[in-house]
């Protein structure tokens, strides 16, 4: 069949292995096991991969008998004439006799050169823990400061006690291995040479089983570790660990490997260099030319920083904090606070090891004077100045370099020193730089931007304004950045000269070396830029930016954005977020004074804005012809508005102009979800670990995109559906979705419910509308002055809240954020008191509020905003409030005569108390004027109530938010808390919870659905199939519950009864001192009667309760010892 296959496969480079089940040492018995013509092609075109080491006649199959050994040689590895020299290190591993009478045959076959390069060596942080490397470490350090040279400068000595420390690691890693496998390598030669020298068969006998009982009692160990540490990641960590399980999840990215790049020196860029030394240059050039700073005069920096107006600057105080020493603690302090798992720089030495070496007494004063000088006298060690460059793929053409991301890889010693400078800066920022800059700043968030470009959007809408928004794309921003411009900016701003030479001196003028593919190019002398890693250089980057964002703000020609009948300081001109800029221009004059201050900035800072990568939107959705051609001239194809095919986004955040383009929108993203879901169901999770990645890693896929996306209903109940389908697995009885929105201490599995979080995610614009702190003054100013235009009542613009018969207005649209926040406002189930509302405003709220209570089937719960001023009116000439006669309804005559009768004559209807004394007292003067502090009442009670005190803003979470009566299950708090922390295997877990909510689909159960032809239980036969019978009293079943109950609690009588409560109810026995090992012992058995019951009844497996009996105490006694493990 092969000799078939000659022409398309190479019989060189191919490799035959397995179980051939004939011994070519026995030629007698080959005639009958195979065919001499299959022994010749064998013979003529490979080569046994056993021979090198004279292992071809050590046995592959070993069987014991109990009086003697059959032993042969029957499995072979054949390899192709090409990889003769290819093959290297054959071995033979005998295994466990209970596993297999095979042993397991090795060879490597190294076939060509690997495509990557040997990249960073980085110090294994697993290692950091192990008491012996700590003592080589500290011998080798204190030996190395005996002998060091006296006048050495503080930054060479540090420089020596790395390259000590990486050198002892290093060797401590290559002797490091398992003692378990060095083991078994040694008792495997030991057995290979016994059978080389061909013992005699009782000899052999003799020495034989010796050997292999050492060698499975090292494997079983192995395979129990094993067992151990998967029990403790999928039972523990898979369970509830977020991270966890989107690591294992994830798709699986492999290193990105650069097939090429454009040769920038090429003409037209078409020529793609893919050789690696050809892309080591090509790379290097290009960074060389990105980091090459184009020269800009002092003059020309200081002329126009003088005309820009910097409100905000250092203080003297704060300016002596930035140069406080650095104590020994802080450094500690912050060596433990930074991430363990973070990239080294060229050392290799991760925070783990930096971490352990600050801590040894002999460096702790070294330590402190290197951190010292870099402060105060901006002198670093040499390795602080080498950077290492790792290029990470963004969107577009791979082969040209302007698509790939540098980040710095920086030493994590000299990143420690960057986040303790960054900690001392990071406060200072929200007072230095302007509130339209979103990013990297305490408080503020980037949602904040998003939502000014939807207000903008809405307003724009409404008034029909012709202005246009545009979204500024800088080319390599960060990389870009000039010195003496940053310098200038530090100054202006009143940074201490210490800290601005400290910044110089670390960020500029390094060393850096690019990766590719492993291999790291010439060195490239960084004369401008900032380092994308490095923990300051978003902080510096905004300082950098400010210059042009103030020149914008503070230019009075300018004109932006602004609201009708707003004020000035409602006026919006750009925004930004980091380097992500969006500028609102009104006509064309706005355009090119944009482009003028633009290009003024780029002169001296050397920055670079792509003009074919900045989109432009308009601001009221209309197409405009003079906005089409100008934007054409200057090279800005992509134009926005209503008529395009799909909607911008702007950080993230969809902006939808029209009701299809946001069905556009929602149909994206339910593909989004559906295919996360398919992703994540190709695992057999539990019905915990199903909830906890639906509430991380499924929904949050959506929840951002959201926060300022007006959704319909329907896309809610969509979402509602797919992840409900998901987590329950279309198990039979179906459990409600609300018992799964449950807590897990009140029986559910904390599933989020999509409708209620999309509104929780709305509360962060209801409490910047209504808090007074931590919130920045324009967001709260727009926000307010948008609700002043939808407001009737300008004096009062909230008071749509509070009453939705206020909510109706021309500027509303399906695709308005508003109709959410009032629907986040009103789940809050707050009920208002309006006695000390004046009349006028009282008037303006919704009639149902006007009443004590109303009957659930009254008409008034269909009319939530019909005006009070429909049935109530303000009598001018008696100063009184009465109620509306026939022929004064302007609508719904015949409803509100009803009323009318149900208040006077039937009397099922109350008004409030507080109504009576304007029907019954003339209303004074105060009280019949409309008054701007009507809220002022009403916001009052709101922060006064519980659900809002709790609520947080950060989180978005609060558990009173969500009202959910449902609840078959009657176990307290404490059991539940018991029944997730108690270990048992996921699946069984997920069967008791099914058992707690009565869930499972017992054969009468299947009656009723016409499934089964009838209620009898498969097992005894003789009894209907109830649940109760299911789970403990079919006497099958009850037998195994005896006996696993005898085995593990003997001195404790539990019967039928107690047992159906402890399933159902978790009522555990007052004689049970160990709960946790209890709940395991139950859901095991559970677990296990389940699988042998379905096994019966689907597969026609017989149901034997010694083995049910055996597995469960095999699994009870595998769960506990993981249980343990974790526990040490």
């Given at each position: 069949?092969l000799q078939?296959?000659?022409?398309?496969?190479?019989?060189?480079?191919?490799?035959i292995s397995?179980?051939?089940?004939?011994?070519?040492?026995k030629?007698?018995?080959?005639?009958?096991?195979t065919s001499?013509?299959w022994?010749?092609?064998i013979?003529?075109?490979?080569?046994n991969?056993?021979?090198?080491?004279?292992?071809?006649?050590?046995?592959t199959?070993?069987?014991q008998?109990?009086?003697t050994?059959?032993?042969?040689v029957?499995?072979y590895?054949y390899r192709?004439?090409?990889?003769?020299n290819?093959?290297?290190?054959p071995?033979?591993?005998?295994l466990?006799s209970?596993?297999?009478?095979?042993?397991?045959?090795?060879?490597?076959?190294?076939?060509?050169f690997s495509?990557?390069?040997?990249?960073?060596?980085?110090?294994?942080p697993?290692?950091?823990?192990?008491?012996?490397?700590?003592?080589k470490l500290?011998?080798s350090i204190?030996?190395?400061?005996k002998?060091?040279?006296?006048?050495?400068s503080p930054?060479?000595?540090?420089?020596?006690?790395k390259?000590?420390a990486?050198?002892?690691?290093?060797?401590y890693s290559i002797?490091?291995?398992?003692w378990?496998?060095q083991s078994?390598?040694a008792?495997?030669k030991?057995?290979n040479?016994?059978?080389?020298?061909?013992p005699?068969?009782?000899?052999?006998?003799?020495?034989?089983?010796?050997?292999?009982?050492q060698l499975?009692?090292?494997?079983?160990e192995?395979?129990?570790i094993?067992?151990?540490?998967s029990?403790i990641r999928?039972?523990?960590?898979g369970?509830s660990?977020?991270?966890?399980?989107?690591?294992?999840?994830?798709?699986?990215t492999?290193?990105q490997?650069m097939?090429?790049f454009?040769?920038?020196?090429a003409?037209?860029q078409?020529?793609?260099?893919?050789d690696?030394?050809?892309?080591?240059?090509?790379?290097q050039?290009?960074?060389?030319?990105l980091y090459?700073?184009d020269?800009v005069?002092?003059?020309?920096i200081?002329t126009y920083l003088?005309?820009?107006?910097f409100?905000?600057q250092i203080t003297e105080t704060?300016?002596?904090?930035l140069?406080?020493?650095?104590?020994?603690?802080?450094?500690?302090?912050?060596t433990?606070r930074c991430?363990?798992?973070?990239?080294?720089?060229?050392d290799?030495l991760?925070y783990?090891?930096l971490?352990?070496?600050?801590n040894l007494?002999?460096l702790?004063?070294?330590?402190?004077?290197?951190?010292?000088?870099?402060?105060t006298k901006g002198?670093?060690?040499?390795s602080?100045?080498?950077i290492?460059?790792?290029?990470?793929p963004?969107?577009?053409?791979l082969?040209?370099l302007k698509?790939?991301?540098?980040?710095?890889?920086i030493?994590?010693?000299?990143?420690?020193?960057?986040?303790?400078?960054?900690?001392?800066?990071a406060?200072?920022m929200?007072r230095l730089?302007?509130?339209?800059?979103k990013?990297?700043?305490?408080?503020?968030?980037?949602?904040e931007?998003?939502?000014?470009v939807h207000l903008?959007l809405q307003q724009a809408?409404?008034e029909?304004?012709?202005?246009?928004?545009?979204?500024?794309d800088q080319?390599k921003?960060y990389?870009?950045v000039?010195?003496?411009?940053?310098l200038?900016?530090?100054?202006i701003?009143?940074?201490?000269?210490?800290i601005?030479?400290c910044?110089?001196q670390?960020?500029?003028?390094?060393?850096?070396?690019?990766n590719v593919?492993?291999f790291?190019t010439?060195?490239?002398?960084?004369e401008?830029?900032?380092q994308?890693?490095d923990p300051?250089?978003?902080?510096?980057?905004n300082i950098a930016?400010?210059?042009?964002?103030?020149?914008?703000?503070?230019?009075m020609?300018?004109?932006g954005?602004l609201?009708?009948?707003?004020?000035?300081s409602?006026r919006?001109k750009?925004?930004a977020?980091?380097?992500?800029?969006?500028?609102?221009v009104k006509?064309?004059?706005?355009?090119h004074?944009?482009?003028?201050?633009?290009?003024?900035?780029?002169s001296?800072s050397n920055?670079?804005?792509?003009?074919h990568k900045t989109?432009?939107?308009?601001?009221?959705g209309?197409?405009?012809p003079?906005?089409t051609?100008?934007l054409?001239?200057?090279?800005?194809k992509?134009y926005?508005?209503?008529?395009?095919?799909s909607?911008f986004?702007?950080?993230g955040?969809?902006?939808?102009y029209t009701?299809?383009?946001r069905?556009?929108?929602?149909?994206?993203?339910?593909?989004k979800?559906r295919?996360?879901i398919?992703?994540y169901?190709?695992?057999?999770?539990?019905?915990?670990?199903?909830?906890?990645i639906?509430n991380s890693l499924?929904?949050?896929?959506?929840?951002y995109?959201?926060?300022?996306f007006?959704?319909?209903q329907?896309?809610l109940?969509d979402?509602?559906?797919?992840?409900?389908?998901?987590v329950?697995q279309?198990?039979?009885p179906y459990v409600s979705?609300?018992?799964l929105?449950?807590?897990?201490l009140q029986?559910?599995?904390?599933?989020?419910?999509p409708?209620?979080?999309y509104?929780?995610i709305q509360?962060?614009?209801?409490?910047?509308l209504?808090?007074?702190?931590?919130?920045?003054?324009h967001?709260?100013d727009?926000?307010?002055?948008?609700?002043?235009?939808i407001?009737?009542d300008?004096?009062?613009?909230?008071?749509p809240f509070?009453?939705?018969?206020?909510?109706?207005?021309?500027?509303?649209h399906p695709?308005?954020i508003?109709?959410?926040?009032f629907?986040?406002?009103?789940?809050?189930?707050?009920?208002f008191?309006?006695?000390?509302?004046?009349?006028?405003?009282?008037?303006h709220?919704s009639?149902?509020?006007?009443?004590?209570t109303?009957p659930?089937?009254?008409?008034?719960?269909r009319?939530l905003?019909?005006?009070?001023?429909?049935?109530?009116?303000?009598d001018?000439?008696?100063s009184?409030?009465?109620l509306k006669v026939?022929h004064?309804y302007?609508e719904?005559?015949r409803?509100l005569?009803?009323?009318?009768?149900d208040?006077?004559e039937k009397?099922?209807i109350?008004?409030q108390?507080?109504?009576?004394k304007?029907i019954?007292?003339?209303?004074?003067?105060?009280?019949?004027?409309l008054s701007s502090?009507?809220?002022?009442?009403?916001?009052?009670q709101l922060?006064?109530?519980?659900i809002?005190?709790?609520f947080?803003?950060r989180t978005y979470?609060?558990?009173?938010?969500?009202?959910?009566?449902s609840s078959?299950?009657?176990?307290?708090?404490?059991?539940?808390?018991?029944?997730?922390?108690?270990?048992m295997p996921?699946?069984a877990r997920?069967?008791?919870?099914?058992v707690?909510n009565?869930?499972?689909?017992t054969?009468?159960?299947l009656?009723?659905i016409g499934?089964?032809?009838?209620?009898?239980?498969?097992l005894?036969n003789?009894r209907r199939?109830?649940?109760?019978?299911?789970?403990?009293?079919?006497?099958?079943?009850?037998?195994?519950?005896?006996?696993i109950?005898?085995?593990f609690f003997?001195?404790?009588?539990?019967s039928?009864?107690?047992?159906?409560?402890m399933?159902?109810?978790?009522?555990?026995?007052s004689?049970?001192t160990d709960r946790?090992?209890?709940?395991?012992v139950?859901?095991?058995?559970?677990?296990?009667?389940?699988?042998?019951?379905?096994?019966?009844?689907?597969?026609?497996?017989?149901?034997?309760p010694?083995n049910?009996?055996?597995?469960?105490i095999?699994q009870?006694?595998?769960t506990?010892?993981t249980h343990?493990l974790?526990?040490?």
């Amino acid at each position: 069949m092969l000799q078939d296959f000659r022409s398309i496969v190479s019989f060189d480079r191919l490799i035959i292995s397995g179980d051939f089940n004939y011994s070519t040492l026995k030629p007698t018995s080959l005639s009958a096991s195979t065919s001499p013509q299959w022994l010749a092609f064998i013979e003529a075109n490979f080569h046994n991969a056993l021979t090198p080491r004279n292992l071809e006649e050590i046995s592959t199959f070993q069987r014991q008998h109990p009086t003697t050994v059959i032993m042969s040689v029957i499995d072979y590895i054949y390899r192709g004439q090409d990889l003769y020299n290819c093959a290297s290190e054959p071995a033979i591993t005998r295994l466990n006799s209970r596993w297999s009478d095979h042993s397991i045959l090795h060879t490597t076959f190294t076939l060509g050169f690997s495509k990557f390069g040997p990249g960073i060596w980085r110090a294994n942080p697993a290692y950091a823990t192990h008491s012996a490397l700590h003592q080589k470490l500290e011998r080798s350090i204190k030996n190395l400061l005996k002998r060091i040279e006296t006048n050495m400068s503080p930054q060479l000595q540090w420089e020596e006690v790395k390259n000590i420390a990486a050198k002892v690691i290093r060797q401590y890693s290559i002797e490091y291995v398992d003692w378990r496998t060095q083991s078994i390598k040694a008792l495997e030669k030991k057995r290979n040479r016994l059978l080389r020298t061909k013992p005699p068969p009782a000899a052999r006998l003799h020495l034989l089983p010796t050997i292999d009982q050492q060698l499975q009692k090292l494997q079983q160990e192995l395979a129990e570790i094993a067992i151990l540490k998967s029990g403790i990641r999928w039972q523990e960590k898979g369970e509830s660990n977020v991270k966890y399980l989107k690591n294992i999840h994830k798709k699986r990215t492999l290193q990105q490997f650069m097939t090429g790049f454009k040769d920038s020196n090429a003409v037209g860029q078409t020529m793609v260099q893919s050789d690696t030394t050809m892309m080591k240059n090509t790379v290097q050039q290009f960074y060389q030319h990105l980091y090459r700073a184009d020269n800009v005069s002092q003059e020309h920096i200081k002329t126009y920083l003088e005309n820009i107006q910097f409100n905000h600057q250092i203080t003297e105080t704060e300016g002596e904090k930035l140069q406080e020493e650095f104590d020994y603690e802080m450094v500690i302090k912050m060596t433990k606070r930074c991430p363990k798992q973070s990239s080294p720089g060229s050392d290799g030495l991760g925070y783990t090891y930096l971490n352990l070496l600050y801590n040894l007494p002999c460096l702790e004063n070294l330590v402190w004077q290197i951190y010292d000088d870099a402060l105060t006298k901006g002198i670093f060690p040499l390795s602080w100045k080498e950077i290492r460059i790792r290029l990470l793929p963004k969107k577009g053409d791979l082969t040209d370099l302007k698509n790939w991301r540098p980040i710095a890889l920086i030493n994590c010693d000299a990143k420690i020193f960057s986040r303790l400078l960054t900690h001392r800066m990071a406060p200072l920022m929200k007072r230095l730089i302007n509130p339209f800059q979103k990013g990297f700043i305490q408080d503020r968030v980037i949602g904040e931007n998003g939502m000014y470009v939807h207000l903008v959007l809405q307003q724009a809408r409404h008034e029909q304004h012709h202005g246009l928004g545009l979204l500024l794309d800088q080319e390599k921003a960060y990389d870009r950045v000039l010195p003496d411009y940053l310098l200038g900016v530090l100054a202006i701003m009143k940074f201490p000269e210490s800290i601005i030479h400290c910044i110089q001196q670390l960020f500029f003028n390094n060393s850096v070396e690019i990766n590719v593919n492993g291999f790291f190019t010439d060195r490239v002398h960084q004369e401008r830029g900032l380092q994308q890693g490095d923990p300051l250089s978003p902080l510096l980057f905004n300082i950098a930016l400010e210059p042009l964002l103030l020149s914008i703000q503070q230019d009075m020609n300018y004109q932006g954005y602004l609201p009708s009948n707003g004020s000035e300081s409602q006026r919006i001109k750009c925004i930004a977020y980091a380097d992500d800029i969006c500028a609102f221009v009104k006509d064309e004059a706005d355009f090119h004074r944009l482009h003028s201050h633009m290009e003024q900035y780029s002169s001296v800072s050397n920055s670079k804005f792509n003009e074919h990568k900045t989109e432009a939107f308009s601001l009221s959705g209309t197409k405009s012809p003079s906005w089409t051609s100008l934007l054409h001239n200057k090279h800005i194809k992509v134009y926005y508005h209503k008529h395009s095919l799909s909607a911008f986004r702007y950080l993230g955040f969809y902006m939808p102009y029209t009701i299809q383009q946001r069905n556009a929108i929602q149909t994206m993203l339910l593909e989004k979800l559906r295919s996360q879901i398919q992703i994540y169901s190709q695992r057999q999770l539990s019905l915990r670990g199903r909830a906890t990645i639906t509430n991380s890693l499924i929904l949050s896929k959506i929840w951002y995109c959201l926060r300022l996306f007006v959704s319909t209903q329907r896309f809610l109940k969509d979402v509602r559906s797919m992840v409900y389908q998901y987590v329950w697995q279309k198990k039979f009885p179906y459990v409600s979705l609300d018992q799964l929105i449950l807590s897990h201490l009140q029986g559910g599995v904390g599933l989020l419910d999509p409708i209620k979080q999309y509104l929780r995610i709305q509360m962060k614009w209801i409490f910047t509308l209504f808090m007074t702190t931590n919130d920045p003054v324009h967001m709260k100013d727009f926000l307010t002055e948008h609700f002043r235009i939808i407001s009737p009542d300008s004096a009062n613009p909230l008071l749509p809240f509070f009453s939705k018969s206020l909510r109706h207005h021309a500027m509303s649209h399906p695709t308005s954020i508003t109709s959410s926040l009032f629907a986040a406002f009103d789940q809050l189930g707050l009920r208002f008191l309006l006695d000390e509302i004046p009349l006028p405003n009282i008037l303006h709220f919704s009639l149902i509020d006007m009443f004590q209570t109303v009957p659930p089937q009254h008409w008034l719960h269909r009319y939530l905003r019909l005006p009070a001023s429909t049935f109530l009116i303000f009598d001018s000439d008696t100063s009184r409030l009465c109620l509306k006669v026939r022929h004064e309804y302007s609508e719904l005559p015949r409803l509100l005569q009803r009323l009318y009768m149900d208040i006077l004559e039937k009397q099922t209807i109350k008004l409030q108390d507080f109504l009576w004394k304007y029907i019954t007292h003339d209303v004074t003067e105060d009280q019949s004027t409309l008054s701007s502090n009507a809220l002022s009442s009403l916001i009052n009670q709101l922060k006064v109530a519980d659900i809002w005190r709790r609520f947080n803003p950060r989180t978005y979470c609060h558990h009173g938010y969500q009202s959910i009566n449902s609840s078959r299950v009657s176990t307290t708090k404490t059991n539940f808390q018991s029944f997730w922390k108690a270990a048992m295997p996921p699946q069984a877990r997920t069967l008791w919870f099914r058992v707690l909510n009565r869930k499972l689909p017992t054969r009468a159960e299947l009656y009723q659905i016409g499934q089964v032809p009838n209620p009898i239980c498969s097992l005894c036969n003789c009894r209907r199939d109830s649940f109760a019978h299911f789970i403990v009293y079919c006497p099958s079943k009850w037998s195994l519950w005896v006996e696993i109950l005898n085995c593990f609690f003997p001195t404790i009588y539990i019967s039928s009864s107690d047992l159906f409560k402890m399933l159902c109810l978790q009522q555990v026995p007052s004689q049970i001192t160990d709960r946790s090992k209890f709940f395991t012992v139950l859901a095991i058995d559970q677990w296990q009667i389940w699988k042998a019951y379905w096994n019966l009844v689907i597969k026609q497996v017989a149901f034997e309760p010694f083995n049910i009996i055996s597995t469960t105490i095999t699994q009870v006694a595998i769960t506990t010892k993981t249980h343990s493990l974790l526990k040490l």
